[in-house]
Each structure stands twice: as C-alpha cells, then as structure tokens.
C-alpha cells in the first residue's frame, strides 16, 4: 500500500470503482428479493423468486406515470434518490480497496449520502395527506437521527478516508485486535436491518417510473449498508492493491467477490431473521437508533482502551547514582586506599 499512483494503477482503480458500482446495483435488487423470499420460507409464506424484484422494477418502468394533487415533485424525490444511491455503491468497497493516493471518501461523507438518499424515499410519502403524512414526517426523522447515533462509530475512523481506514483493519483479526470494529459494523448492519420499510405504505402513491426508481433505490441503499457494515466488520477479504503485482491482485479481487458473496449470504438469513419481529414502526425506530448507539458507544469504549498510551518519561536516577558514587570500579591510585 505504499506504490506510487502510476497510471497502469490509475486506471485499475477506475476501472474496479465502476465493476463494483455497476456490481452492486445489479445484485441490489436479487438480494432483496432472496431476502423477502427466506423470510416467507422461515414463515411458511409462499413468495415471489428472487428474480421477481428485477421483474417488478422493469414492469414499472415501462408503466405510464399517475399524478395526483400532492405528487408533483415525487419524480424529483425518487430520481435524486436513485442518483445518490449509484453514487454510493461506488463509494463503498465490494472486492478491493484503492491505491493509497487514489481520492476516496470518508465514512462521514458516505453515510451521510446514505442518510440522504433513506430521507429522499420518505418525502412522497410525507407531502401526502391525514396519517399518511405522520408516518412519513416519523419516517424521516428517524432517518436524520441516524447520523448523529451513528457517531461513536464514525470516531473510530478519525480523520482517515474509508480507504485508509479499511486498508488499516485489513491486517487485524476480527477475534482479537479487531474486536471492536466488529462492534461497529454490526452497528452498520442494524441500519439496514431495522430500517425496513413498508414499501405497499410508503410507495402507495407512486406508479411507472418513479415507483421503478424508489425501488431500486432502496435496494442499492440496502445493499450499500450490507457491504458497509461487512466491510467494517472484516475488511481481510478486500483486495490491497499496490503491494505486489496485477496478477496477484486480480487473483485476490476474485476471491473477494467470492468473500463478498459469502457475506452477502449471512446478512441475507440475518435479515430474514430479523424481519420475523413484528414490531410497530415508532417501536422499531427506537429500537434501531437504541442498538446503534449502544453497539457504536461500546466499540469506541473497547477501541480507546486498546491505544497504546504514550511512553513513560525515564527514570530519575540521581538517588541511583548518588548511592554508587562510592562505589566505583576504577581501580584506586596507589598511596591512596581503595
């Protein structure tokens, strides 16, 4: 990690950046449907196949749009959504970090455009009329409540970029010294696993287009979060370029997306466990923002006990030497007693 930016290295990264956006926004949509799709199963419900999701965003998207009083601005709402949501499976890393002297963001910038794009899918349900609009203005809140729960876990990044911060965890075992980074992105997973939305409730108004766009939406979003969280949590599968040569690092980009698969897995079945809570929707918001500050409080606590503190000041050794000013090694002139 400590090569020169070259332009062979340059363009690798470029190239990475726009595989794992264009990567993550394709699963999105799978994995929410393998999730809704687990959940049945562990309910007895009969559902869709994972590949419904993709069905149902392209049915969408070829429907004609229906605008009511209120609806005016929910193409607005759900096209800057989307926008930000492609602009944050690019920040995050799926397979492979960048090289050292390539720009990336920080953990800030990156939750802060997820907090973002969660408030932007709240909007056409807020402008709406009677409850509708309480369960949005709710809805909202709790997601500009999450950047400030969230904290004590982005203090565990200091003033270092994600890339940095990751390229740091990548050599820590998460059983030891990475314990607490474990913490934190559990934190980050239950972001999105109690974040769930009522999409029939919350997307009721939308129709054609924009419903397409809020879906796939918030699957990114959803996506990105999992990927955060599994980043932070063991960032030992993501691939360090610059320290040997291209080959090397392609060979440890495919088993990152092998690795990413696997966590992507996990999160699936510990959503679908999740999900079976049924929980009110003001409940589950406490709930949520509850757990991420615990979790995010004891990580930091954990991290800041574990620096090393700063090394002790010698020893005065005055009363040393003036208790062994007689004895000395030299020997003793002659004619003088020793």
């Known amino acids: 990690m400590k090569q020169d930016l070259t332009w ?40 869709f196949p994972a590949g419904g999701r993709w069905q149902e965003i392209w049915h969408q998207f070829r429907r004609p749009s229906l605008y009511g009083r209120q609806d005016g601005l929910n193409g607005v709402f759900c096209a800057l959504a989307l926008v930000l949501a492609v602009l944050a499976c690019g920040l995050v890393p799926v397979f492979t970090l960048t090289m050292p002297s390539f720009p990336a963001p920080g953990m800030l910038l990156v ?93 009721a108004t939308l129709s054609g287009p924009d419903r397409a766009m809020w879906l796939l939406a918030a699957d990114c979003m959803q996506m990105c979060w999992v990927t955060l969280a599994a980043d932070v949590a063991w960032a030992g599968s993501l691939a360090m370029p610059g320290e040997s040569g291209a080959e090397n690092w392609l060979t440890q980009c495919v088993e990152g997306l092998g690795l990413w698969m696997f966590k992507l897995l996990v999160a699936s079945f510990m959503l679908a466990v999740l999900r079976m809570a049924l929980l009110p929707a003001g409940r589950r918001a406490r709930v949520r923002l509850g757990a991420i500050f615990l979790l995010g ?17 010698p020893e005065n050794h005055n009363v040393e030497d003036e208790n062994t000013q007689g004895y000395s090694t030299e020997p003793a002139p002659e004619g003088e007693p020793s």
């Open 8 to 47: 062979g290295w340059a363009f690798g990264c470029v190239a990475a950046l726009a595989i794992q956006a264009a990567l993550m926004v394709l699963v999105a949509p799978w994995f929410a449907g393998w999730v809704h799709r687990l959940a049945g199963r562990l309910v007895g419900e009969p559902r």
């Open 111 to 203: 939750c802060t455009i997820l907090v973002a794009v969660g408030v932007l899918l709240d909007l056409p349900q807020a402008v709406q009329e009677a409850s509708a609009a309480q369960q949005g203005c709710a809805a909202i809140v709790a997601d500009a409540l999450l950047l400030p729960v969230l904290t004590p876990v982005l203090l565990l990044t200091g003033a270092h970029d994600l890339v940095a911060f990751l390229g740091r965890l990548h050599v820590l075992s998460p059983i030891t010294e990475g314990a607490p980074y474990v913490l934190a992105g559990v934190a980050l997973f239950l972001a999105t696993a109690l974040a769930r939305r009522d999409e029939q409730t919350a997307s």
């Open 297 to 313: 409080v004891l990580a930091w606590q954990v991290t800041s006990s574990h620096v090393a503190a700063p090394p002790a000041e």
